[in-house]
């Protein structure tokens, strides 16, 4: 049986081995979930990911590093919530992209130009579907 809600799955497993400190996680590869992990490393909130090829014909994972600060050992993500659902969607124009915690966090928003973080999507102006808010 097949997962309802991909995205979901990995924001949880990151959320979990965020506070217990893992080095890494893996997560399931799709084309959303690697455009996801390139977007959270290029706003500095993980180190890295690489793509694990699975073994015959298994399904290829998907390696997220996770980052945590040197002084107080603290997970760089605080939190990582899911806004659109596949229940409910949500979508904003440019104007109307929510700022998460004052700007200390980001929205991670899939438009036509790809997967965006909140103030990319702002400069670029164009809208899309929410997908999650990070900080």
Not at 27 to 56: P, R
Not at 108 to 128: F, Y
Request: hydrophobic share 35%.
């Amino acid at each position: 049986m097949g997962m309802t809600d991909p995205i979901a799955d990995m924001l949880t497993r990151i959320r979990n081995a965020s506070r217990i400190r893992f080095k890494s996680v893996d997560v399931l590869m799709s084309g959303v979930n690697l455009s996801i992990a390139e977007t959270l490393k290029k706003a500095g909130y993980i180190s890295g990911y690489e793509v694990v090829k699975g073994e015959k014909k298994t399904h290829s994972m998907l390696k997220i590093y996770l980052k945590y600060s040197p002084a107080s050992k603290e997970g760089i993500i605080k939190n990582i919530q899911r806004v659109s659902k596949p229940g409910r969607r949500v979508y904003a124009n440019s104007r109307k992209i929510p700022t998460v915690l004052n700007g200390y966090g980001i929205a991670i928003v899939s438009t036509s130009r790809g997967v965006l973080t909140d103030k990319e999507a702002r400069g670029l102006n164009v809208g899309g579907e929410i997908l999650c808010n990070v900080w």
